[in-house]
């Protein structure tokens, strides 16, 4: 996926965006960017990758050397980013989060009425701010240009742009990623992160609407485009990609991971599924809260019978290929073994989407002498892969495992009964959960629902996007 931030300031502000920017590096592992502008020195920029040493590590000569009133800072999991493009509207910086899914028709469309050309990458591809620029520039505004753009594209834009006289920044139409606005004493910054800016004397001003335009100069933050209320944000944001701290919508993600632990026990409890352990414990790190509201709730003491080693690894899926990911992960978990050893163990996840490594988890905790392993799913199992916001490597639904299970009971037909096997009160429901267990080698399984999930945010589910677990737009 990825983060951006941003500030306009009376005073140089490269070190507000340096660590700003370094803020967001859990949302993605594959490229960090700074453009700043000054007077003096015009546009600077810096793209580094950030695959095998972390955003801070890259950039901290380059700071050193940057000046500027006007900077944005990017994490990207795709493109390099910011990009520098000249057009008619000026000379500008953009850097954007999401997924189009209509590219080529884009390009397309846009080398047949007069685009001379755009830079192709190594792997052929059009960079996405290249793209989203030239539908920029196709307008006489960036508003206008934004508007145009955010229309033609099909799936999730949200951008900032540097220009000399201030950054713009659009929320996407659909909101599925939060931008919020952040104000000192000197002047204004934006954030994905809401977190990100608190650290640096920043108080929270606004958060964007969904399709909101905004223009942040060091006096003020104007809206140039009015949002809409048509809010669908990724629910997935609080459930695991959000980092504990953050706040979208007014919902702190630790809180709902927690209300969520407790709701899942609840269910646990009715139902009757409530196993006989030692422990609840979490799988690190986002499955931690998830757990700990489950141990709250159920009276069952909290352990952790292992511990990620995450100094020089903060997240499994950093390299980017499979094999090595699943070594990084497997290298990270350091046994407790007086907390294994012999013991019933309830471990939350946040998800499972292919069950890979949390296959490997499993088998790790075997070898170390666990009598049982439990698995509770932090949200319901995914049906879909995501299609807004890159947050499945997935290039195939068929690489999920609820997906592959359900096409080895009923092949091609097995899609059509999908909301079945989410529900874990049905037939279907249970066979999927039993033959995950199978496969994994756990003792019992289940899954957060659909309504416990929404109940954990506490906003209305037609604000939040579901659509890697249901398959709804």
């Not at 000192?184 to 606004?206: I, P, V």
């Not at 799913?377 to 999920?400: D, Q, V």
Request: glycine content about 10%.
């Amino acid at each position: 996926m990825g983060g951006f931030f941003g500030a306009a300031s009376e005073n140089d502000c490269i070190t507000d965006v340096f660590f700003g920017t370094d803020y967001h590096s859990h949302l993605g592992t594959r490229r960090g960017g700074m453009t700043a502008y000054s007077i003096e020195k015009g546009f600077q920029r810096s793209i580094h990758s950030i695959e095998n040493s972390p955003f801070r590590t890259k950039f901290e000569q380059d700071i050193a050397s940057m000046r500027g009133k006007l900077c944005i800072g990017c994490i990207s999991d795709t493109d390099p980013q910011p990009i520098l493009m000249r057009s008619k509207l000026g000379l500008f910086a953009v850097c954007s989060i999401g997924v189009i899914q209509n590219t080529k028709d884009l390009v397309d469309e846009l080398l047949k009425n007069g685009c001379a050309s755009f830079e192709a990458m190594s792997s052929g591809n059009i960079n996405s701010g290249d793209l989203i620029g030239a539908l920029i520039s196709q307008k006489e505004s960036f508003t206008e240009g934004i508007r145009y753009a955010q229309e033609k594209i099909i799936g999730t834009m949200s951008l900032i742009i540097l220009t000399e006289d201030g950054i713009i920044a659009a929320r996407d139409k659909a909101g599925r990623l939060p931008i919020i606005i952040g104000k000192r004493d000197d002047g204004y910054c934006l954030s994905l992160e809401s977190f990100a800016f608190q650290k640096l004397g920043y108080y929270t001003h606004k958060e964007l609407k969904p399709g909101e335009i905004v223009r942040l100069t060091s006096k003020g933050c104007e809206t140039l485009s009015a949002g809409t209320e048509n809010l669908k944000i990724c629910s997935f944001m609080w459930t695991y990609y959000g980092y504990p701290n953050a706040v979208y919508e007014g919902v702190n993600v630790e809180v709902m991971r927690t209300r969520n632990g407790e709701i899942m026990a609840e269910n646990d409890m009715k139902n009757g599924r409530l196993p006989d352990v030692d422990y609840v414990c979490g799988v690190p790190d986002s499955g931690t809260p998830h757990a700990i509201g489950y141990a709250n709730k159920s009276g069952i003491p909290f352990a952790r019978p292992f511990i990620k080693y995450t100094p020089t690894w903060p997240r499994s899926f950093m390299p980017t290929s499979q094999t090595l990911r699943n070594q990084v992960a497997k290298m990270k978990l350091i046994p407790v073994h007086e907390l294994i050893e012999g013991k019933k163990l309830l471990f939350v996840d946040d998800s499972i989407v292919r069950g890979t490594q949390m296959r490997e988890t499993v088998e790790f905790l075997y070898e170390n002498g666990a009598k049982e392993v439990h698995m509770r799913s932090a949200c319901p199992p995914i049906m879909y892969g995501c299609k807004y916001l890159n947050f499945s490597r997935s290039t195939s639904e068929m690489e999920l495992i609820a997906r592959q299970v359900i096409d080895a009971f009923e092949g091609a037909e097995g899609v059509n009964y999908l909301e079945e096997y989410s529900n874990s009160e049905t037939e279907r429901g249970r066979r999927l959960r039993d033959e995950i267990c199978r496969r994994l080698k756990l003792t019992s399984l289940e899954f957060q629902s659909l309504p416990g999930t929404v109940k954990a945010i506490g906003k209305p589910e037609c604000q939040l996007c579901t659509y890697c677990w249901n398959g709804k737009e």
